[in-house]
């Protein structure tokens, strides 16, 4: 009688000794997983939609045969960027193209009517950025070319003479965009394109009563897009 208490005692012993260290064996510790962040590391293609406004200056002393065509535009546009790693800051580059019903029509002088337009406008551009998850605030810039029409009418049909010429300038702006999808964003973006200045003849025209038949005119945008981009 006395071995088995002894011995059942000693079993007793024996679970209190070893029962943590099981329990301590069996304890699987907790892991959180933390939610994938978006990476704008994607190319697109995109279709935006534009409202502009362009001041032609003309130098003077005929700086009365200026403009301002202002209309709207759409086009496409594609690209890539690229995030960095473990970090917000993006970069990329797009090309865009955009042709645009921006024109004004005024009468420099009594008798004649000067047409100003910007029927095309495209872009090579950089641009950086910081994201914040799905929205991405970005500065951009680089390159712009457009097709610059002016066209002068003297009432009664003595002329009706179109200088046409590409201007080459830079272009600098600012923008906001959201992923909405896992592939579609909406985007909004303001640009300023400084073009410079080009001769624009007219062939038949008498600025100045000397035989002087062209204007030198200088150009600038100011473009809103807004628009729609498809990521791959």
């Given amino acids: 009688m006395f071995r088995k208490s002894v011995a059942v005692a000693s079993l007793g012993l024996i679970g209190l000794m070893t029962g943590p260290t099981f329990a301590a064996d069996l304890f699987v510790p907790q892991v959180i997983v933390q ?41 496409a546009q594609a690209g890539c960027d690229y995030q960095m790693p473990d970090s917000p800051l993006v970069v990329g580059i797009v090309v865009d193209a955009i042709a645009s019903s921006s024109e004004e029509s005024l009468a420099p002088v009594a008798g004649q009517e000067l047409t100003g337009s910007i029927p095309f406008m495209g872009s090579i551009r950089g641009r950086i950025g910081v994201a914040l998850d799905t929205t991405l605030l970005y500065a951009t810039g680089g390159l712009a070319v457009a097709r610059v029409e002016n066209n002068l009418v003297v009432v009664g049909g003595a002329l009706d003479a179109t200088a046409s010429n590409t201007y080459v300038g830079w272009t600098i702006g600012a923008g906001v965009e959201h992923m909405v999808t896992d592939n579609l964003s909406v985007f909004a973006e303001y640009d300023y394109a400084d073009l410079g200045s080009k001769t624009n003849t007219f062939d038949g025209a008498d600025f100045d009563g000397a035989g002087r038949n062209f204007l030198d005119i200088s150009a600038v945008t100011h473009t809103v897009k807004v628009g729609l981009n498809y990521h791959f």
Avoid: K, R
């Fill in 35 to 75: 939610p994938e962040l978006f990476s704008w590391t994607s190319c697109y293609v995109g279709v935006p939609l534009t409202w502009s406004t362009s001041p032609l200056d003309s130098n003077a002393p005929l700086s009365n045969y200026s403009t301002t065509p202002n209309g709207i535009g759409g086009g």
